[in-house]
């Protein structure tokens, strides 16, 4: 009895939110939206829609892992186990690959004929462009960030506390690295060094060679962001809503600016600026030295950046009355998606 | 406020198990359960007595004739209602005041270990706002083990034998029969078969094994291990407290008719 009423008075507590995300990605003619029982294809022009998969919605399977793009298909996984090609045309499935026992956080990565997709069953998945398994690399832990991959070689974040460097025709790992937290987002790169936050609250430069730690920056509160580099510069923002711009050679910092609530996800790097996206909403352009270029406010969560595809920065929202909104790097607003319910 | 005051302790306090325990968050589930029902044992043993007391009364040959004798008058009814709690000592919210103080308690409970058992990044962000920074390291928590024996606690349970093409839903059959063998153990006896009480309570018996199974059966097996343990946690409180029926397991057993227990004040 004290159960059954527990559960009830559960639903209406308001402690079980969604459980990610909008995950984005983009091509010249359309954005791709991972959300909640589907996934969208929208017209980059107007944000109209083209298609969604699955047509017909399951309830339990659920997408919020950024959708990779190879070509004709649109790679993206699922919360039930299942990594999915989809016709980037038609939203038709071409295969489906179920070799994993656990969800898709983090987006996959099409490089050359390799498909790497990362699972919270602690492996990362190489598959090839028909979806057949190649090899498959165990992490320690979850794997919920897109590996990022430079000379052959795979960098991979992990909830572990690891970052690992793995051959990507092999799947051996090259090196492994103790970051004392674990990883939530995707590691940044520049040349030589790896760029990563982690929950130890700290923002780590690795030599991607090596996998000996260059400099380290410890923060004084929580980090939830991907530290992003752009000409000689690392941005991130913290969980008390500092955002940071530091010397990638040495960490030091060169400006900082408070925008009063948690910074999320990775930063966009425009032009003329970046633009960092706050928990409860609000969306601040920055020029490359911290001087004000715009700010935006909008209704819902930020749990993620915006994703720049081809000029335009695409929002996703969480409990917002969008999901998406595309604006262009003057701030002003272009189109917004709200799926059919 | 709710969350500040309950939940965000909890939770800390579940964390401080599991990380004492060799983080193993199936042992610091089971632990936590403990921990909360010896706190709330001695209210639970007030809603027994108190509703042992209650019971007694529907029993009572003197009450029955009362019953009879104003049952066109619920006005004088009541009154003799009231003199009969006086006359034995009983205590009408003696049940159900301890029942509310343990119900917040009990909810507290399932919400922090939902929240303790975050397997997406939501739901680890919510737990990370929840830790005491001073009292837990966030960067040695997470991310939380969250396998126990053969299970992944954040997901549902499945055993997966190499001879078997599906997987055996283990802790949902024993949350099925703990749950059925709890609520038959201590179902109250009823001396009336037409007894409405009594009537729901076999119905009930009957449907809340199989409700808790399909939640059981498709919510995150750290839930269901909770379930679990409350449930033989329950079985044990009411063993050592005798109000545990071992006959009515028995196939086609009635439950007993009470045994009369004064509960009148001693003076």
Request: charged fraction near 15%; hydrophobic fraction near 45%; include cysteine.
């Amino acid at each position: 009895m004290f159960v059954m009423l527990t559960l009830i008075l559960s639903a209406c507590s308001g402690m079980l939110n969604a459980s990610g995300w909008p995950g984005i990605s983009g091509d010249a003619d359309s954005v791709y939206v991972a959300y909640a029982n589907q996934v969208y294809a929208l017209r980059l022009k107007d944000g109209s829609l083209n298609w969604r998969y699955p047509e017909k919605v399951e309830a339990a399977r659920t997408y919020y892992a950024n959708p990779a793009i190879n070509g004709s298909n649109v790679i993206v996984g699922d919360y039930k186990n299942t990594l999915s090609a989809i016709n980037i045309q038609t939203g038709t499935e071409i295969w489906t690959f179920e070799g994993a026992s656990n969800r898709y956080i983090g987006g996959a990565l099409v490089v050359g004929d390799t498909i790497l997709a990362p699972n919270a069953d602690h492996n990362l998945y190489a598959l090839d462009l028909n979806g057949n398994l190649k090899w498959k690399f165990k992490a320690k832990h979850a794997l919920w960030s897109t590996p990022i991959v430079h000379e052959e070689i795979v960098y991979l974040s992990s909830m572990d506390h690891y970052l690992y460097a793995i051959n990507i025709r092999s799947g051996q790992s090259i090196w492994e690295l103790d970051m004392d937290g674990a990883i939530v987002y995707s590691p940044s790169f520049d040349t030589d060094t790896i760029f990563v936050a982690t929950l130890a609250n700290e923002v780590v430069a690795v030599n991607a060679k090596t996998g000996a730690i260059i400099w380290k920056n410890k923060s004084g509160v929580g980090l939830w962001s991907q530290p992003v580099y752009d000409n000689g510069v690392i941005y991130y923002g913290d969980t008390v809503g500092k955002i940071y711009a530091v010397s990638a050679t040495d960490g030091n910092a060169i400006w900082d600016y408070v925008m009063g609530e948690m910074v999320s996800g990775a930063p966009a790097v425009m032009p003329d600026g970046v633009v960092f996206a706050g928990e409860n909403g609000k969306l601040v352009a920055l020029d490359f030295n911290g001087n004000i270029l715009w700010t935006r406010s909008i209704t819902g969560k930020l749990y993620t950046g915006p994703v720049i595809v081809d000029g335009l920065l695409v929002l996703g929202i969480s409990q917002g009355e969008e999901v998406i909104k595309a604006y262009d790097f003057n701030g002003n607003e272009i189109w917004k998606f709200t799926p059919e319910k | 406020m709710w969350d500040a005051i309950i939940i965000t302790p909890f939770i800390n306090v579940i964390l401080f198990i599991y990380s004492i325990v060799g983080k193993n968050f199936g042992i610091a589930i089971i632990l936590f359960t403990i921990l909360i029902r010896l706190i709330t044992h001695p209210l639970m043993v007030k809603q027994i007595k108190g509703a042992q007391g209650m019971q007694n009364m529907q029993q009572d040959d003197e009450w029955k004739k009362v019953q009879e004798k104003y049952k066109g008058d619920k006005e004088k009814l009541a009154q003799e209602q009231m003199k009969y709690y006086k006359e034995k000592g009983i205590n009408p919210f003696a049940s159900c005041l301890p029942t509310l103080i343990q119900f917040p308690i009990i909810i507290a409970l399932y919400q922090s270990i939902i929240a303790a058992l975050a397997a997406t990044p939501v739901e680890v962000l919510n737990l990370v706002r929840h830790v005491y920074a001073d009292f837990l390291d966030v960067s040695s928590i997470i991310p939380l083990n969250s396998q126990f024996l053969w299970m992944d606690l954040g997901q549902p349970e499945r055993l997966n034998l190499p001879f078997l093409s599906f997987g055996i839903p283990i802790l949902a059959i024993l949350v099925v029969i703990s749950t059925y063998v709890q609520s038959k153990l201590i179902q109250p006896p009823s001396s009336n078969t037409k007894d409405q009480t009594a009537m729901m309570g076999n119905m009930m018996n009957i449907y809340m094994p199989f409700f808790m199974g399909y939640l059981a059966l498709t919510l995150a097996s750290g839930l269901s291990l909770y379930f679990l343990v409350s449930n033989l946690l329950g079985i044990a409180q009411y063993a050592m407290l005798g109000k545990v029926n071992w006959r009515n397991l028995l196939p086609g057993a009635k439950p007993n008719k009470p045994v009369a227990v004064s509960t009148k004040r001693k003076k």
